[in-house]
């Protein structure tokens, strides 16, 4: 750095253009992210400000790049307020919490904070951050609506925990940039990442099939989401395949308490099982622990397979045999699909698939 930029306080963009040897507007350009400059004088402005260690004022910038530099992660709650499905147990993402607040719910979820981290991760080298938000009434929907619109922040990433939920149709019928965790449970033109649940659910068939097991039931996710419906489906039409046309099914909410209760009824009633797919791992450490209770050894006496690889899968006892979902490298595609609609406004919607993978530990 020239002795002349070694003054007192934060540098400025004079300093930077001094140091740069070109105009203050020239800099202004290139930090601003306008194309047409030369490659040469956009490289002498960076090294200029790495030399000056210039920080942009972040709000002034906005003033030209009408941009926000924001982004709203949205956690959005049930269609109905205050009704007795409401909150993470009824998630489409495939986890949920327990039955206090619906913040409270979420945070009790390992699901949610594997998102977090995807979203954090990708944002964080772009210099952007997001701003979480909570959407579980309709106040609460307008309130996003309306954050959005005054431009706080420049799109939504949305995982919606309800089938019903209306904040994915209201964000696209208002024109603003939003991708969707999971694949929305009506016809919605809004982008999304999901996962191929019915691959998921037939390689847990077959890994119980492999291991010897022929007594097999299954604890669904809510039949209302689509990720319910489609490990449900995976799981059927596999045990079918393999010449089991009957499967006892007990439907479960994606909850610990709620994959007691379907265990509850299912050794109830099929006394002789042998193997048990969990459309989730919350729901799969609630039947280990029933299991127990009622004297049967996982897996000797019964394998369990579970469904997420989340921190639940680990911390269960057993350790669970589960289908991962890659939930951080999702919730970063989430937000590459977002940042490249912001860039591109006109871009039609889209989505990402990602396949699932057996991990195998000791629970079957």
Partial sequence: MTDDLRTVGAPTLEDVAREAGVS????????NGVRNVDPAIQEAVRQAVSLTGYTPNRAARSLVTRRADAIALVVSGAGVEGGPDAGPGKTGSGEGGGGA?????VFADPFFGRVVTGVVDYLRP?????????????????????????????GALVVSTHAEDPLPSLLTEAGLPAVLYARPARPVRISYVDLAHRDGAQ???????????????TISGPLDVPAGQERLAGFRDTMALHGHPYVPIAE?????????????????????????????????????????????????????????????????RPPLTTIRQPVENMAAEMTRLLLERLSRPDGSATSVIFEPSLVVRDSA
């Fill in 252 to 316: 479960g909410r994606f909850t610990q308490e709620s994959g007691e209760a379907a265990m509850e009824r299912l050794i109830a009633e099929h006394p002789d099982l042998d193997g048990v797919f969990a459309a989730n791992d919350l729901m799969a450490m609630g039947a280990c622990h029933v299991l127990r209770e009622h004297g049967r050894r996982v897996p000797e006496d019964v394998a369990v397979i579970g469904f997420d690889d989340s921190s639940a899968a680990s911390a269960c």
């Fill in 203 to 217: 390689l847990a068939a077959e890994h119980l099939l492999a291991r010897g097991r022929r007594r097999i039931a």
């Fill in 126 to 154: 772009r210099g952007m951050h997001p701003v979480l938000m909570f959407a579980e009434t309709s106040r609460a929907r307008d309130e996003v609506v309306s954050y959005l619109r005054q431009g706080s922040a420049d």
């Fill in 101 to 105: 607040s619906f913040t409270a719910q």
């Fill in 24 to 31: 203050r507007a020239t800099v202004s350009r290139v930090i």
